[in-house]
């Protein structure tokens, strides 16, 4: 679903390019850094290196790499107070039973047959999308 739809975000327009390369070296997290990269002064070889180690929920299950690459972009917009992570972390898990960690949220995954990879841009469109909208919000 995700891979087939256009976009008019090009945050969203840009993960999906990088989530779609082939091969495809853009985990979750990746590819979040790597759509705000510019925008945050970082060079894409080095957003691809701080993402490496939190795709998979930092390669072990734990928070998902879209969310954990999220608030790293949080972070570097300015966004950085625990009430800004609490809210941003609250409104992923509103949209999944409360669940934020890798392991959970494939688990829930499979169980509707949606294909890994579909599973996982759709959570970056998510993440993604609530930066945007809190950056707004606090501008």
Same mark, same amino acid.
């Given at each position: 679903m995700y891979k087939e739809m256009r976009y008019m975000n090009e945050h969203v327009e840009k993960a999906m390019t990088f989530r *779609?390369?082939? +091969?495809?070296?853009? *985990?979750c997290a990746q590819a979040v850094l790597r759509a705000y990269a510019p925008e945050i002064g970082m060079s894409d070889e080095l957003a691809l290196a701080i993402g490496k180690n939190f795709g998979r929920g930092m390669k072990c299950g734990e928070t998902c790499g879209a969310i954990t690459g999220a608030l790293m972009v949080l972070g570097a917009l300015g966004?950085? %107070? +625990? *009430?800004?992570?609490?809210?941003?972390r609250k409104r992923i898990a509103d949209k999944h039973n409360g669940m934020t960690r890798c392991a959970d949220l494939l688990r829930a995954n499979a169980? %509707?047959?949606?294909p890994m990879k579909e599973h996982c841009n759709g959570l970056i469109v998510e993440a993604i999308e609530a930066i945007d909208e809190m950056v707004k919000e606090n501008q």
């Open positions: *779609n390369e082939v +091969p495809m070296i853009s *985990n966004l950085d %107070t +625990p *009430n800004k992570a609490n809210e941003f169980q %509707t047959y949606t």
